[in-house]
Every structure is written in C-alpha cells, then in structure tokens.
C-alpha cells in the first residue's frame, strides 16, 4: 500500500472507518473484475492502490445517508423499549 496514496485519499473522505471500507469494498470489485476508473501505473499495479488513487483523484467518493442510519437508530429504541416491556411481564 502506498502511504503517499493513502494520505491523499485520507484527504478526501477524514473519516477512517468510512475510508478503510470504501477502499475494501472497491479493491473487491477490482479483484473480481471491475474496471479501473483511472489508468493502473502498470498490470501489476496492487488493487488497493488503485482504489486509493480513485478516492485521492475524486473518482470515487462515500454517500453517508444519515436518515436511514437516524431511522434504523429509532426502530432499535424502539425494539429495545418492546423487548423491556416484554420482559418485565414475565419477571415476576
């Protein structure tokens, strides 16, 4: 991995656990034969730095979707608040 690549990319997208699974993801769509969207410095170039030179270039970038996480919060409260409910009835 070419640390000058991946403080590029860090660059870009600050948030590491957002980065360290973009980078995953898109270094397994390479290995199973996606395209590069940028060209490879040669045909053995490593798959995960040409993924952290698509996210340092602004090919490749992360979409947070903070109203489903916010959603996905609000029904685990909610499960959770079911889940205590339930068992206090059978407590005694």
Same mark, same amino acid.
């Given at each position: 991995?070419?640390?000058?690549?991946?403080?590029?990319?860090?660059?870009?997208?600050?948030?590491?656990?957002?980065?360290?699974?973009?980078?995953?993801?898109?270094?397994?769509?390479?290995?199973?034969?996606?395209?590069?969207?940028?060209?490879?410095?040669?045909?053995?170039? !490593?798959?995960?730095? *040409? @993924?952290?030179? $698509?996210? /340092?270039?602004? #090919?490749?970038? =992360?979409?947070? !979707?903070?109203?489903? *996480? @916010?959603?996905? $919060?609000? /029904?685990?409260? #909610?499960?959770? =608040?079911?889940?205590?409910?339930?068992?206090?009835?059978?407590?005694?």
């Amino acid at each position: 991995m070419n640390n000058e690549l991946l403080k590029k990319a860090h660059e870009k997208i600050p948030s590491v656990p957002v980065l360290v699974n973009l980078i995953s993801k898109r270094e397994r769509e390479l290995i199973n034969g996606a395209k590069p969207l940028v060209r490879p410095d040669s045909l053995d170039d !490593d798959k995960c730095d *040409i @993924a952290l030179r $698509e996210v /340092a270039e602004g #090919k490749l970038i =992360a979409e947070i !979707d903070f109203d489903a *996480i @916010a959603k996905a $919060e609000q /029904a685990k409260v #909610k499960w959770n =608040a079911k889940s205590l409910a339930v068992e206090s009835l059978y407590a005694d």
